[in-house]
């Protein structure tokens, strides 16, 4: 079993800053591409932002310059340093990673629960 575990979403105003993190657990051989994705009312779900092992970054047009992601591989966590966050940043924030299991030939694509982002005007 893999599990993910996400924290730190919330309610802030506008230009303000959430930090969130989701730690992965379980029986992990490898984590290959950890990121963050959301999900507005009405919309579909959209990428925000991804992290390889080697550390290479991938970021939405849309938070470029804005939000910063991380990880941290001894501790299988991976972070959303949202900053200038605006009203139409909120959405529910999901965290998705790629993992190979432990004694599995294949990787696995897994998803959080989820976390409220609510950015007030």
């Known amino acids: 079993q893999v599990q993910l575990v996400e924290s730190g979403g919330g309610l802030v105003q506008a230009g303000g800053s959430l930090r969130l993190a989701c730690a992965a657990s379980?029986?992990?051989?490898?984590?290959?591409?950890m990121g963050w994705y959301r999900q507005a009312p009405g919309k579909q779900r959209e990428l925000v932002a991804t992290i390889i092992t080697g550390g290479t970054t991938n970021y939405a047009e849309s938070v470029k310059g804005r939000f910063i992601i991380s990880r941290d591989n001894a501790k299988n966590t991976v972070y959303l340093q949202m900053n200038s966050l605006k009203p139409e940043d909120t959405a529910v924030y999901y965290c998705?990673?790629?993992?190979?299991?432990?004694?599995?030939?294949?990787?696995?694509?897994?998803w959080g629960r989820g976390t409220q982002v609510t950015v007030s005007s």
């Open positions: 998705n990673t790629n993992i190979r299991r432990i004694g599995w030939g294949y990787d696995t694509t897994y």
């Open positions: 379980g029986s992990i051989f490898r984590i290959n591409v």
